[in-house]
């Protein structure tokens, strides 16, 4: 089993829609998750920070963990064009190393 | 604040022959870069972690005298794929870290094209 697991979509959604992004990870151990944004032929761009469980928000994301379910979500409101590219959910697993999940892409259609 | 880049964003080599690429934290000093790979529509694998000064870890699988990482100073890391063959071609990544802290900067990574 994956130590994180993500749809890879594709995800296809009209401008506007709210998105709604998930991972499912396998360690309870896990306490630092993190969203990624990457456009095609670039570096990923860190969106969101979360540690343990709970939401965090920054202005249309908002990140969510359920450490219960073992399940993190990250949820754009007001989607826009723009927001089209791969999103990539990540954990830590020991000391500095990441590890990611497939990455969804995701378009916003005009 | 916090920037990576890489050199180059693109290269293209003959079968066998040996390619190097650089990462560079341009406004900070990295004591920690990584390497990673990506394959089309797959997620980022880790390679290597390399500390300034020291060998570079590898992961399980991955050759070490294949991808030979030099962290020879603070802002600058380099990956040399050896020997390259048609199966080495990928999008290579390098990320970098503050002292002290876990978040990771990537670079825009480079693509590897080995004909």
């Known amino acids: 089993q994956k130590e994180v697991e993500q749809d890879p979509g594709p995800l296809s959604v009209p401008e506007g829609a709210i998105v709604s992004l998930n991972c499912t990870y396998s360690?309870?151990?896990?306490?630092?998750f993190m969203w990624y944004r990457q456009y095609s032929r670039k570096g990923p761009e860190l969106l969101m920070y979360?540690?343990?469980?709970g939401n965090k928000e920054d202005g249309r994301f908002t990140a969510q963990v359920d450490k219960s379910s073992k399940y993190i979500s990250l949820f754009i409101r007001d989607s826009q064009p723009s927001d089209s590219a791969t999103y990539l959910c990540a954990t830590f697993q020991g000391a500095q190393k990441l590890v990611f999940g497939q990455g969804t892409r995701l378009t916003i259609n005009p | 604040g916090a920037v990576v880049s890489q050199h180059p964003s693109w290269v293209i080599c003959k079968s066998g022959t040996s390619v190097k690429i650089e990462c560079r934290s341009l406004d900070f000093q990295a004591t920690t870069m990584f390497w990673y790979r990506q394959f089309p529509k797959q997620s980022l694998m880790l390679m290597a972690t390399?500390?300034?000064?020291?060998?570079?870890?590898?992961e399980q699988g991955v050759e070490k005298d294949k991808f030979l990482i030099n962290h020879a100073s603070l802002t600058l890391s380099t990956l040399t794929v050896t020997s390259a063959h048609p199966e080495d071609s990928s999008f290579y990544i390098c990320?970098?870290?503050?002292?002290?802290?876990?978040?990771?900067?990537f670079g825009p990574g480079t693509r590897l094209t080995v004909l």
């Open positions: 990320s970098a870290t503050l002292a002290g802290s876990d978040t990771q900067y």
């Open positions: 979360t540690y343990s469980s």
């Open positions: 360690n309870s151990a896990f306490q630092y």
């Open positions: 390399s500390n300034e000064g020291s060998k570079a870890t590898y």
